[in-house]
């Protein structure tokens, strides 16, 4: 008999079979087991398992006033530094792109979530607004060595955003050029939140937060406000979120994805 077979994720594979449908140790049929055949899956693999949890994934990404970043917007899939229980595994090329930017979310009266407004791998061209654009000639950024970049993102870009990340597996869909149009990046990595945040003047001054200071001083109150991505970022409706204060530290300036970034150690 015949299965239909579709891989969510990257990585090497061995195909078994067994007559009797028993992979036990225990099993002494001989005739169990039969194939040694492997499989190599040309993509990103990572630890989850249930069915689509690939492309539910969150990365999250943040940028200061006028589009700098405190931290590169960087990913690890292999190597050291990467993050756990991710892989990937390439063939003649490797590139990562993503799709335009979620629409805003749908809260009710409360300010609960009610519904979204996602994009899809394959069904638009990179976010070329809120980011830069890559270099002339390139689509997407090139993954081949186990990591990457993001693009900075612009200096009028003033509120979060959302984005899905696109993988190409060295697929070539239209043309000469391999991963060159976005047909190619048919493996979805899950969603980047891209988070920003105002620093602004107390209520009496400022009561909608519209200000946006880029340094406060001592002894000046301030409100901050974090603007939460669109794509249910943000937990609505519950008294849940925190704000915490430490002291900056380039060692610990990393992914959020890192057990030593700065937010996750005491």
Not at 75 to 100: E, K, L, N
Request: net charge negative; glycine share 8%; with cysteine.
């Amino acid at each position: 008999s015949s299965a239909r077979i579709k891989f969510m994720h990257g990585g090497t594979f061995q195909l078994c079979y067994a007559p009797d449908g028993t992979f036990a140790a225990s099993d002494t049929e001989l005739i169990n087991a039969l194939f040694h055949t492997l499989i190599q899956v040309i993509g990103v693999g990572s630890p989850c398992t249930t069915e689509n949890c690939l492309q539910e994934a969150r990365w999250h990404c943040y940028f200061s006033y006028k589009g700098a970043y405190p931290a590169e917007c960087r990913f690890q899939f292999d190597g050291t530094g990467a993050r756990p229980g991710w892989s990937i595994t390439h063939g003649s090329a490797s590139r990562i792109s993503w799709t335009q930017s979620f629409g805003a979310d749908t809260l009710d009266a409360s300010g609960a979530f009610t519904s979204e407004s996602p994009q899809a791998c394959t069904a638009s061209d990179p976010e070329a607004t809120k980011l830069l654009s890559v270099a002339a000639g390139e689509y997407g950024v090139d993954t081949s060595s186990g990591a990457a970049s993001m693009p900075p993102v612009a200096a009028a870009t003033s509120e979060s955003f959302t984005v899905v990340l696109c993988y190409c597996p060295a697929r070539k869909s239209v043309g000469s050029a391999t991963c060159f149009d976005r047909r190619d990046y048919v493996q979805p990595l899950g969603r980047l939140y891209f988070w920003g945040l105002r620093l602004c003047d107390e209520s009496a001054l400022d009561a909608s937060c519209a200000s946006h200071y880029g340094q406060i001083f001592p002894h000046q109150p301030f409100r901050i406000r974090v603007l939460c991505p669109p794509g249910k970022a943000c937990v609505s409706g519950v008294d849940a979120s925190r704000l915490r204060l430490r002291i900056s530290d380039a060692a610990t300036a990393r992914q959020n994805w890192d057990p030593l970034q700065g937010c996750q150690t005491e």
